[in-house]
């Protein structure tokens, strides 16, 4: 025994040396954590998220597991195992399971067992297997020869995930034995296991005959699935024998089950890539999978197909088995599917796919509003004069559908047929004459935008097809009374009064007007001052002020951002159509236009005004008395006049708006004093600019066209093959087709794409300084989900960088997909290491991060990263839409980004080309509207995200007179997020080159 003060020191010697020990073990353990925790990752199959980690769930767990009860040991297994997966430790408790769990013969247990071993580190900080093991590989060895084959089988997966030799090598015996099980469970889960085995490392010395033992099972086996795991263990670790096997067996691949023709065409596409000249024989295997009973089997082989070869032959019957999948699958995902890889062979193989344009338009019977506007989109790029009838008469029965009120959506797929159908005529006019009156039907429809749709068809058709104008209008004035709507009714007021030429026209259509108008005035005083409407039916309210706002101004509010960032409520008026009961005056009289214009609608009125005036006019040059002509005169401008009265009067809630007054009173000046210029105006100078805009609309639509149409060019010294040159010994037709396309390809340059190398250049981010003892180097591929980085490391040093990690964080809508994973570096080394980030929506993000080492000393290394920036332009493409859908989608969109110009540019012009390029995006503004020297420029811009967000913005700029450019770019969209980054680039990119 020692002194007590020797004794005392004594012990606080030990403690510090025993604190000591703990801290070294502990910091080297840290770096070995790091590596045994992303060789756990590598190797585990299973992820659960589990939030309940803490020392007192561990000690229930342990409790449960030495317990008796079946149930608790199963929970607290499944606890474990959880906590385990999450990162936490639970020390001690592998002796527990050992002592506790080990023994019990419950099928539950044992699965539990199993993956709680799958997931636990088996190795030491050397990488040596741990002694303990020893008792589970004894453990192991009697599940094989259990003789539940149950228990066989989720042992043999077990082993099929192991990657120690030294645990899987006494076991081998017995997995071999289990190929001989009489369940096929256990053999084709013996198969998995012989694979895994066969690919480690030291594999070939374990089992040195596993290919030839596998290639005899295939032989005899009859399991589907068994086979199919034989195959694949032939494919991944013999591919020569499972060809062979492949090839021997030709005549039997149709009878094949779905699983093992999956595989095939796995092969198939492995084989064919590393030997392009072999693949002449594999289609022919690709063909007759094509009609397999399975279904995903005929998908696969129809990709397979287009992939592989280039024949027409070959890409016909991949597109017939894609139709066949879009007619006969009821699942709407699988049809949207289908489509896009039509979209994709139309791109590339568009003479083959015009051949299945009707096809193609079945799936129109689907009631999905996508999957039809997905399959009009197909079938109007296929259309050519051979097939235009039949694709005409197909959408003509799809309107008449629509006349059917029980179903959904009836007035949006209306909508996007009258869109198709006003297409076809504008490309060919000759079938413009059996849709028209068709369509005409559909002016009074209660959906506006559909409504309008034909309006403008109408408008159109009447000025391209001369021949169909006199029809047209007799039409128009019989079905005028129908309309609903007022953008509708000022569209065919206008058409009526360009159109209506002969004597019988102008005065049906004044006749129509005033008809639709009722008899003056518009509104009454009462003897109690009541202000009514004299022609309005008994059965229904007579007071103006108490009528329904039932057209065009249903009024909508939405945050918006005022020009201090401020906000405030905005409000915006979305039309409807005017309910039924109004349009009806005394006597049953139809009243459209009346009943519009008693809800406060002037600019109707001011359509109204300009129309009797067109008229009126032409009618001076038709009619040869003066008499007749002064009293259209005189009905005229009492029409304007009343109208005046109407919106300066209470009778209505809101009075006539200034332009609106402007221009009738211009209509009324007009009337009273006739003169050369002021008819010229009216009657030739608007058609004149309509005649003008559709000419630039044709225009741009045929230079877009020869863009899209732009091929590559072959080099003059390139060699070129002749079809009929070609030797056909020995090659079948399909074989000859491919030979002859690929030889297309490469004579037009299709196989070469110049400046490949200087694009990925330009993508190559500097992460580190030179003088940093490690260099790295990312290289960004942008897809449209997901951001994939290509990182360069380079060891500078003279020194082994040990768990060297790349470790990344984000901000914004960017999401990391995988932990981090150590490695070591030799001196003057380099690795490639790869990072996936999952985007999730259009939005400018920053990618960050360090670099962490360990060499000989004690302290950690740290090299920070230079921040990477999406940016937002990578998901943002031009596209166009309709100036319609413009506007409705600006009304309805919430997010607001206003933009102050502020520019060294002094050319509206060049500066509006300048935040194009900038922004990627399409001017919809025609080019006609941008000509000139005004000092003011409007134009709107349109792009899509490849998230399916709509991006808008409006720019208005005015060139003072120092030359300075002043005004405003508006960004609008649904999110939050596209709003705000671009116009944060807008601000960056605008003050010029």
């Known amino acids: 025994s020692l002194p007590p003060p020797l004794c005392a020191r004594f012990c606080v010697c030990l403690y510090l040396w025993g604190f000591c020990v703990v801290a070294f073990f502990c910091w080297s353990g840290f770096g070995r954590s790091r590596s045994m ?9 299973l992820l659960i998220h589990f939030d309940k980690g803490t020392a007192a769930l561990a000690n229930e767990i342990k409790e449960a597991l030495e317990g008796n009860d079946v149930s608790r040991k199963i929970d607290a297994l499944k606890k474990a195992i959880m906590l385990l997966l999450n990162g936490e430790s639970v020390p001690q408790l592998f002796f527990t399971i050992v002592r506790y769990v080990l023994p019990s013969e419950d099928h539950t247990i044992q699965k539990l067992l199993l993956l709680f071993l799958e997931i636990i580190d088996r190795t030491d900080s050397r990488g040596k297997i741990l002694p303990e093991m020893i008792l589970i590989c004894n453990n192991l060895r009697k599940n094989l020869q259990h003789p539940n084959e149950y228990v066989r089988g989720v042992t ?3 082993l099929s995930r192991l990657n120690e030799a030294e645990i899987i090598e006494p076991l081998i015996p017995s997995v071999l034995t289990n190929l001989e099980h009489r369940h096929a469970f256990v053999r084709r889960n013996s198969v998995l296991a012989i694979m895994s085995i066969y690919k480690l490392p030291q594999g070939e010395q374990l089992l040195p005959d596993a290919p030839d033992l596998i290639e005899r099972i295939l032989t005899t086996e009859q399991d589907l699935s068994t086979r199919r795991n034989a195959f694949l263990m032939l494919f991944n670790c013999a591919q020569q024998r499972a060809v062979n096997y492949l090839l ?3 005549d039997s691949v149709s009878n094949w089950g779905e699983l093992l023709q999956m595989l095939v065409l796995e092969l198939v596409r492995k084989v064919c890539r590393t030997n392009p000249a072999e693949k002449g024989k594999y289609i022919k295997i690709i063909i007759s999978l094509l009609n397999s009973s399975s279904t995903a089997v005929m998908y696969e082989c129809a990709g397979t197909l287009v992939s592989l070869s280039s024949a027409p032959t070959a890409i016909r019957a991949a597109a017939n088995t894609y139709c066949q999948l879009l007619i006969s699958q009821s699942d709407n995902n699988v049809k949207l599917i289908v489509l896009d890889r039509l979209q994709e062979l139309k791109a590339s193989h568009r003479e083959v796919m015009i051949e299945l344009i009707m096809d193609i338009l079945r799936a129109l019977s689907s009631p999905n509003l996508d999957i039809r506007r997905k399959t009009l989109d197909i079938a109007l790029d296929l259309i050519t004069p051979r097939n235009i009838d039949e694709v005409v008469m197909t959408l003509k029965k799809e309107v008449v559908k629509t006349q059917n009120r029980e179903l959904e959506k009836n007035g949006e797929y209306r909508q996007m047929l009258v869109q198709a159908i006003h297409s076809c005529a504008l490309r060919f006019p000759e079938v413009a004459s059996s849709v028209v009156h068709l369509l005409m039907d559909f002016l009074g429809d209660t959906n506006v935008a559909s409504a309008m749709d034909v309006a403008s068809f109408v408008r159109e058709i009447i000025e391209t097809n001369p021949k169909l104008r006199e029809s047209i209008v007799a039409r128009l004035l ?4 129908q309309i609903t709507s007022s953008r509708v009714c000022s569209c065919t007021l206008w058409i009526i009064g360009e159109y209506c030429l002969s004597l019988a026209e102008v005065q049906s259509g004044i006749s129509t007007v005033k008809q639709s108008l009722g008899d003056l005035p518009f509104y009454t005083i009462a003897e109690d001052g009541e202000i009514i409407d004299p022609i309005a039916p008994k059965g229904q309210p007579q007071l103006i002020k108490s009528l329904p706002t039932s057209t065009g101004t249903v009024s909508s509010r939405r945050p918006a951002v005022l020009e201090d960032g401020t906000y405030a409520t905005q409000s915006a008026a979305f039309e409807t159509a005017v309910l039924a009961p109004t349009l009806l005056g005394a006597g049953g009289t139809p009243t459209n236009l009346r009943a519009i214009l008693l809800t406060g609608d002037f600019f109707l009125g001011a359509v109204i005004a300009c129309t009797l005036t067109k008229l009126v006019l032409r009618l001076q040059e038709l009619l040869p008395s003066n008499l007749a002509f002064n009293r259209a005169v005189a009905d005229a401008l009492l029409i304007m006049v009343s109208m005046l009265r109407l919106g300066q009067s209470s009778a209505l809630a809101h009075p006539i708006d200034d332009d609106s007054y402007l221009r009738i009173s211009l209509c009324i000046k007009t009337l009273s004093c006739p003169n050369d210029v002021m008819r010229k105006v009216w009657l030739h100078s608007c058609r004149e600019s309509f005649v003008k805009m559709i000419t630039d609309k044709q225009h741009r639509e045929t230079e877009e066209t020869k863009a899209k149409a732009q091929t590559t060019h072959a080099q003059p010294d390139d060699l070129i093959d002749f079809y009929h040159l070609k030797s056909r010994k020995g090659m079948s037709q399909l074989e000859l087709e491919d030979e002859v396309q690929d030889d297309l390809k490469r004579a037009t340059g299709e196989f070469t794409k110049d400046g490949d190398g200087m694009k990925k250049l330009n993508r190559v981010l500097q992460l580190t300084g030179f003088s940093d003892p490690v260099y790295a180097e990312a290289y ?15 060891n500078k040093t003279n020194e082994t960088l040990q768990n060297l990690c790349l470790e990344l964080a984000t901000m914004g809508d960017l999401k990391l997909v995988e932990r981090p994973q150590n490695y070591t570096l030799a001196p003057e080394a380099r690795k490639e290491i790869h990072a996936n980030i999952k985007v999730s929506s259009t939005e400018t993000g920053v990618i960050f991060g360090n670099i962490i080492y360990e060499t000989t000393s004690v302290v950690d290394h740290n090299v920070v990263l230079n921040d990477i920036h999406v940016d937002i332009m990578d998901y943002i493409s031009p596209a166009v839409c309709p100036d319609i859908a413009f506007r409705n989608m600006w009304a309805e969109f919430e997010w607001e980004n206003k933009v102050a110009v502020n520019t060294n540019i002094q050319d509206e012009n060049e500066f509006l080309n300048h935040v194009v390029a900038s922004t990627n995006m399409k001017c919809l503004t025609p080019l006609c509207a941008l000509e000139g020297d005004c000092g ?18 409006n720019l208005s700029i005015e060139k003072q007179q120092d030359g300075k450019l002043v005004g405003f770019i508006r960004i609008r969209s649904k999110t939050q997020g596209i709003a705000l980054s671009l116009g944060d680039k807008i601000t960056v990119k605008q003050k010029g080159p």
């Open 936 to 953: 003011f420029l409007a134009a709107n811009l349109y792009a899509k995200s490849a998230f399916g967000e709509d991006a808008l913005v």
């Open 37 to 45: 925790v992303a060789e756990m990752e590598k190797s585990c199959s």
């Open 478 to 481: 019989d079905t005028f009374y």
């Open 156 to 158: 043999l997966r077990f």
């Open 780 to 794: 960004v591929t942008v897809h449209q989900y997901d951001i994939v980085l290509d990182v360069t490391v380079v």
């Open 248 to 250: 021997s067996h030709l």
